[in-house]
T-cell receptor, first 114, second 115 residues
Framework: QQQVKQSPQSLIVQKGGISIINCAYE??????FPWYQQFPGKGPALLIA?????SEKKEGRFTISFNKSAKQFSLHIMDSQPGDSATYFC?????????????FGEGTQLTVNP | KAGVTQTPRYLIKTRGQQVTLSCSPI?????VSWYQQTPGQGLQFLFE???????NKGNFPGRFSGRQFSNSRSEMNVSTLELGDSALYLC??????????????FGPGTRLTVT
């Protein structure tokens, strides 16, 4: 019940296209859903996060869509650039210490072709 | 503001040895969490420390332990190393206000290789 399922495992898009990565969770106690970006040899970097009281959050080219009833959330990267090529992880946590114990998805390796 | 720092960045140890990894959180962040990242298991939560106390613990054997100092710096220790402990060990820090933790910021990790 603690799992977060992420898809696809890998994604190739053309420069300027839209990248979409999906995640599904089972634990209805989850109340914080961040996305992280990781480049080779680096630690994950927080991109954007959402809580279940909103259905969408946008920051620049990155948008999270959240569907509480379906227990799904997704990351949309608009106008994808070669510099966006990285591994993306969704995550979730719950409770008062909601930031402190993250359950991660399996990761999506995104390649943006020039 | 300086980010999360971890030392050492790379480490090679032999089976049966023990290892200590260090993490310095972002200034003002009092919560420090540790994660293990491997190709097979992905990112898995090890434990979290706040105010020098372990507040959360993941499903790892007792060979994995940690501590936090009064300046919020944290160390994790792995005893009796096994080949399967080879991984990237990541530390993350977060701000805590009124008992609530906020966004976690990760360090660059320590790459541990066990031979």
């Amino acid at each position: 019940q603690q799992q977060v399922k992420q898809s696809p495992q890998s994604l190739i898009v053309q420069k300027g296209g839209i990248s979409i990565i999906n995640c599904a969770y089972e634990n209805t106690a989850f109340d914080y859903f961040p996305w992280y970006q990781q480049f080779p040899g680096k630690g994950p970097a927080l991109l954007i996060a959402i809580r279940p009281d909103v259905s969408e959050k946008k920051e620049g080219r990155f948008t999270i869509s959240f569907n509480k009833s379906a227990k799904q959330f997704s990351l949309h990267i608009m106008d994808s650039q070669p510099g966006d090529s990285a591994t993306y992880f969704c995550a979730a946590s719950s409770g008062e210490t909601s930031g402190s114990r993250l359950t991660f998805g399996e990761g999506t390796q995104l390649t943006v072709n020039p | 503001k300086a980010g999360v720092t971890q030392t050492p960045r790379y480490l090679i140890k032999t089976r049966g040895q023990q290892v200590t990894l260090s993490c310095s959180p972002i200034s003002g962040h009092r919560s420090v969490s540790w994660y293990q990242q491997t190709p097979g298991q992905g990112l898995q939560f090890l434990f979290e420390y706040f105010s020098e106390t372990q507040r959360n613990k993941g499903n790892f054997p007792g060979r994995f332990s940690g501590r936090q100092f009064s300046n919020s710096r944290s160390e994790m220790n792995v005893s009796t190393l096994e080949l399967g402990d080879s991984a990237l060990y990541l530390c993350a820090s977060s701000l805590v206000s009124r008992g609530l933790s906020y966004e976690q910021y990760f360090g660059p990790g320590t790459r541990l290789t066990v031979t």
